[in-house]
């Protein structure tokens, strides 16, 4: 097991007034990031080129997952019907050309949450219509309704992440099924073959490169269209541990096969995260 970040893992502290804006604004309209809550190495350049994948549905996850730093076992919060207004506001503010959208998983709401994307969907695009719009969703415990909800408010990328290969579940997604988000990601295209989707893995888990390979030809099976690859990054010592620092030339190798399974857009690298320049898939 590796206990030190090797130098590919080493990461320039940003700042600029910009960041001070980006934390200013989200605050002034209590809106939550993922950024932040994840604990992502990458806010700091996000907040620096006023950008932020917005959290919405509060700051407390109803699942288990051992890699995730957001906020769980506790009380969820109620939804924020401002919310969508304000999350328009600040796409609007920000300027953004691209906005990812995702939350908390809320099992403890009838249908998840679908109905809170959606609207959330529709104030931007009544904001800003000019703005393509990519919503990373949870699984909605597989509630068909639940997704064409989320479909029907006709985002421009719908991502779902597989996470991790399927022999980990049991340790690191305990409450998810690997075969029930490749299904989510299946509908998608089934119901809406125009919207993209999008789904993502992290490595360093524990996983073999033919089990990753493997999730890869899985997702595109399911015809996942853009793929992100990044390191898992233990976000404290009771997380999952990191297993393995994968080194850049395996991300490249990985890049390369997905290439050539017929991905759209794809990826890899140590500190790709889901969101992070997401909009770049659509160039």
């Known amino acids: 097991m590796y206990t030190r970040k090797p130098d590919w893992l080493r990461i320039k502290i940003q700042n600029s007034p910009n960041s001070k804006k980006v934390n200013a604004l989200l605050e002034g309209l209590s809106l939550n990031t993922i950024c932040e809550h ?7 350049e996000c907040y620096c080129n006023k950008t932020a994948a917005f959290m919405i549905l509060g700051k407390v996850c109803t699942r288990n997952c051992t890699f995730c730093n957001v906020q769980k076992n506790a009380a969820t919060e109620p939804v924020d019907l401002e919310e969508p207004l304000h999350v328009a506001q600040a ?14 998983t809320r099992d403890d709401l009838p249908d998840g949450g679908a ?30 309704g639940a997704l064409q909800t989320v479909i029907a408010a006709n985002p421009k990328v719908i991502n779902h992440n597989v996470e991790t290969v399927t022999r980990l579940y049991p340790s690191v997604r305990p409450m998810a099924e690997y075969a029930r988000s490749l299904n989510l990601l299946r509908r ?11 789904s993502g893995i992290m490595v360093g888990l524990g996983e073999t490169q033919a089990e990753v390979i493997e999730a890869m030809r899985d997702l595109r099976d399911a015809g996942c269209d853009f793929l992100t690859i990044g390191q898992y990054l233990a ?39 889901s969101s992070y320049h997401a909009g770049q898939a659509l160039k």
């Not at 990191?242 to 390369?256: A, G, L, T």
């Open 38 to 44: 994840a604990n992502c190495p990458n806010r700091m």
């Open 91 to 104: 796409v609007q503010a920000l300027e953004l050309s691209h906005v990812v959208v995702t939350s908390v």
């Open 115 to 144: 109905m809170h994307f959606a609207k959330v969907i529709a104030e931007v695009q009544k904001l800003t219509p000019q703005v393509t719009i990519e919503v990373l969703i949870p699984d909605f415990s597989g509630n068909e």
């Open 188 to 198: 998608v295209k089934e119901k809406a073959p125009a919207i993209h989707t999008k």
């Open 235 to 273: 976000p404290s010592k009771n997380h999952h541990p990191v297993i393995e620092y994968i080194h850049p030339d395996i991300f490249s190798m990985y890049q390369n096969e997905a290439g050539e399974m017929g991905f759209r857009h794809v990826a890899s690298g140590p500190f790709v995260r």
